[in-house]
């Protein structure tokens, strides 16, 4: 059965999954604001990447204000490897030499679609 999630093992998905692992603490152990625009920074540099990194901020906020509530930190770390392996699928076409056949170019306003979207556990998500 082949992994689903094997992009966040390596490169840049293994980056995002570090940084994201580390909204799922305690408020008291979350990085500041500085250390996580430096960290989404090194993973995605360059005037390009501005507005994902704003994107991802805003989401790894939302999934830190979800992961205070601890009976819900194991679910939202399935929900967060989801979310991210998402994100890396769309962003590693824009890494390769040469597309893959039938593969379309990098949509940047597809990605921050993603990224924008709720995490499925946010605010006014059914709890069961």
């Given at each position: 059965?082949?992994?689903?999630?094997?992009?966040?093992?390596?490169?840049?998905?293994?980056?995002?999954?570090?940084?994201?692992?580390?909204?799922?603490?305690?408020?008291?152990?979350?990085?500041?604001?500085?250390?996580?625009?430096?960290?989404?920074?090194?993973?995605?540099?360059?005037?390009?990447?501005?507005?994902?990194?704003?994107?991802?901020?805003?989401?790894?906020?939302?999934?830190?204000?979800?992961?205070?509530?601890r009976q819900r930190r194991f679910e939202l770390r399935q929900q967060v490897d989801e979310f991210?392996?998402?994100?890396?699928?769309?962003?590693?076409?824009?890494?390769?030499?040469?597309?893959?056949?039938?593969?379309?170019?990098?949509?940047?306003?597809?990605?921050?679609?993603?990224?924008?979207?709720?995490?499925?556990?946010?605010?006014?998500?059914?709890?069961?």
């Open positions: 059965m082949p992994d689903r999630y094997a992009n966040l093992k390596r490169g840049l998905g293994a980056e995002l999954r570090m940084i994201f692992a580390t909204a799922l603490r305690d408020a008291r152990d979350l990085p500041t604001r500085s250390q996580l625009a430096a960290q989404l920074a090194e993973a995605l540099p360059g005037e390009r990447w501005e507005s994902v990194r704003a994107a991802l901020t805003q989401k790894f906020r939302e999934a830190a204000e979800i992961a205070q509530d991210l392996s998402g994100i890396v699928d769309e962003l590693d076409k824009g890494e390769r030499i040469i597309p893959l056949p039938d593969e379309e170019p990098v949509d940047l306003d597809a990605v921050l679609k993603h990224v924008r979207d709720p995490l499925p556990l946010g605010p006014g998500a059914a709890r069961g």
